[in-house]
């Protein structure tokens, strides 16, 4: 989903320096929230914006990922301080996916979501993708209250 | 955004801080550019404000009242400075998955008149 596609003929020294012309804003709703327009209603601007930073935004975005799906294969996970980054912001990608897919457009929305809370009740698969979207959700809220509280004591 | 069933922090509504430290930051006139942080029914409060305290260096008080303002009014500024420095900002807050954009100072609700420009300025090629 986030990885750029591979196409021959790309001018190397522009791959080099993370420059890729032949963005677009995204078509997928949940792809656009992962990277979004950086001016609101002005889409020239943000596609000249996206030329400059989209790749390495996602590349961003995949190394954060990839260090979580790593972390998995463990018997026991510790994590660092920058793991636990990085777990927070896949965890909360993961979640914006989710939520799209979910069709979350409103707090409303989301309380509604938040309601299915019984495996046993996972009938389809909406409701199946709320439950891995309340499971995702409790595990980003209680490791950044973790994240917060050592935060504080640092300081 | 979102509140878990973890207990979400305080709004510190009681401390709000006054307008003097308020306007200091808010009107200088040769810092143009806004960062814009907009509400979503996804994004958990805690970490917005962990976002805005590990990010920004911003106190828990200060990222807190920031966050509720995003949450209550549906947008808050959150950071000024020159055009490249907020650009900068908006790609790591896209890169925490916070929905930033960027914003003359002049130009939305909130703002404050800077230099004012047309809206065709500020869109030059960089670099």
């Known amino acids: ?83 636990a980054k990085h777990w927070s912001m896949a965890l909360n990608d993961v979640r914006l996916v989710l939520a799209e897919r979910l069709d979350i457009r409103d707090e409303e929305d989301a309380e509604h979501v938040h309601l299915m809370q019984d495996w046993s009740q996972a009938e389809d698969v909406e409701s199946y993708l709320a439950l891995v979207y309340n499971f995702a959700t409790w595990l980003q809220e209680s490791l950044v209250q973790a994240m917060l509280q050592s935060l504080e004591t640092r300081r | 955004m979102t509140l878990s069933v973890a207990l979400g922090p305080d709004t510190q509504e009681g401390t709000r801080t006054g307008t003097a430290e308020a306007t200091d930051s808010l009107t200088a006139p040769d810092i143009p550019w806004n960062l814009v942080i907009w509400n979503d029914p996804v994004n958990l409060m805690s970490y917005v404000s962990y976002v805005f305290q590990s990010y920004f260096g911003y106190s828990e008080s200060k990222a807190n009242k920031l966050m509720m303002e995003v949450h209550r009014k549906g947008r808050s500024i959150v950071a000024h400075g020159s055009k490249e420095q907020v650009e900068r900002h908006a790609v790591a807050m896209h890169g925490f998955g916070l929905w930033a954009t960027v914003e003359k100072a002049s130009g939305g609700p909130g703002g404050n008149s800077g230099k004012s420009g047309g809206p065709g300025q500020g869109k030059g090629k960089r670099g």
Do not use: W
């Open chain 1, 1 to 83: 989903m986030l990885q750029p596609e591979e196409r021959a003929g790309q001018d190397p020294l522009a791959a080099l320096i993370g420059l890729d012309m032949d963005v677009a804003e995204p078509t997928d709703r949940a792809v656009k929230r992962l990277l979004p327009n950086v001016v609101k209603d002005d889409g020239a601007a943000s596609l000249e914006f996206r030329q400059l930073t989209e790749r390495s935004l996602r590349e961003t975005k995949i190394g954060a990922l990839r260090a979580a799906a790593l972390d998995l294969d463990k018997d026991e996970i510790v994590l660092t301080p920058e793991g």
